[in-house]
């Protein structure tokens, strides 16, 4: 996603603020360890054993890549993805399911999850790659659940009527 600087005042407010310098995209263009857990539902489905099953994500290309200064950086990036834009993420929301795997099912439980992720009474699945997971940013974010619900309602705004591929009317993508 984005990369929100999530803060909160003494009074309580919640500022939700883009940090990269591309606001309109609402992604910082990096990758990052989340901690998510895997997609047993899916894996289950398609009859995949978990364990072997493990998606590295860009530690895994780094690994596979052959290039010994890349190989060398691949441990640092396991289970890292890029952070997508937000920009019309909520388009259909509800017939989508988030994150490379699909493992989370609406908006509200991607909140949830930046919010609870190290709250062990909820009870998350272990994260897929613990040792390089982001336990700095989020995690444990303290917000209560009307304020989930704000940054649910905040990118349910950043939808419009872009289509990729169709040209405005000056011809430009
Ligand atoms: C409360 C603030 C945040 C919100 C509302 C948010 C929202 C989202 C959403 C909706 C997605 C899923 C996009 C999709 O499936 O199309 C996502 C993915 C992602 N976000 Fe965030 N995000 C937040 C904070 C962060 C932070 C602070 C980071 C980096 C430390 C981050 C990194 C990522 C990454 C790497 C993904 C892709 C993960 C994957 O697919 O495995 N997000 N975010």
Known sequence: ??????????????????????????????YDNIGLPQN??????????????LDGGLGARLAASGNPAWVALAADNMGAFKTPTLRNVAK???????????????????????????????????PEFPATMNTRRVGRLRLTDAEENAIVAFMRTLSDGWQPGVTNNQGVL
């Open 92 to 126: 259909g929301e509800s017939n989508k399911r988030f994150m490379h795997n699909g493992v989370l099912k609406s908006l509200k439980e991607v909140v949830h999850f930046y919010n609870t992720r190290d709250v062990a009474a909820e009870n998350w699945p272990a």
């Open 1 to 30: 996603m984005i990369d929100i600087t999530l803060s909160k005042s003494a009074s309580g407010v919640v500022s939700a603020l883009p940090i990269c310098a591309t606001p309109a995209l609402f992604t910082d263009f990096t």
């Open 40 to 53: 047993t539902e899916f894996l289950n489905t398609m009859k995949r054993n978990p364990a072997a099953s």
